[in-house]
């Protein structure tokens, strides 16, 4: 069992930025590959960005506004997020889960394992 708890939500204005974190717990930090997902009123949730479990490899839906770090060493996992737009406006989540592959991102978020209660980020003037 993994529990998951993200930070750092708010408003902001457009053109802003936020960072998120997302604190880990319950098993091994170092083998979870891990992503932040979002979720809009009426959407279904998508992916945002992912992180391999060895941390080598990221990916990104948008990689000039959308940064995943990850410091193993504090089980914590992060969502540098510049630029911001009114449409980016929805709950963010933090996700994990284990993998097989040390360098493999996950991207759909049916895959993910464990998802954390999520952190509302309004964008708005």
């Known amino acids: 069992q993994v529990q998951l708890v993200e930070s750092g939500g708010g408003l902001v204005q457009p053109g802003g930025s936020l960072r998120l974190s997302c604190a880990a717990s319950?098993?091994?930090?170092?083998?979870?590959?891990l992503g932040w997902l979002r979720q809009a009123p009426g959407k279904t949730p998508e992916f945002v960005a992912g992180a391999s479990w060895s941390g080598d490899r990221t990916y990104s839906v948008d990689y000039g506004r959308f940064s995943i770090s990850r410091d193993n060493a504090k089980n914590t996992v992060y969502l540098q997020m510049n630029r911001l737009k009114p449409e980016d406006t929805a709950v963010y989540y933090c996700?994990?889960?284990?993998?097989?592959?040390?360098?493999?991102?996950?991207?759909?978020?049916?895959?993910?394992?464990?998802w954390g209660q999520g952190t509302q980020v309004t964008v708005s003037s």
């Open positions: 319950g098993r091994t930090f170092s083998t979870l590959a």
């Open positions: 996700a994990a889960k284990t993998s097989g592959s040390f360098n493999y991102v996950y991207r759909d978020p049916d895959e993910y394992t464990w």
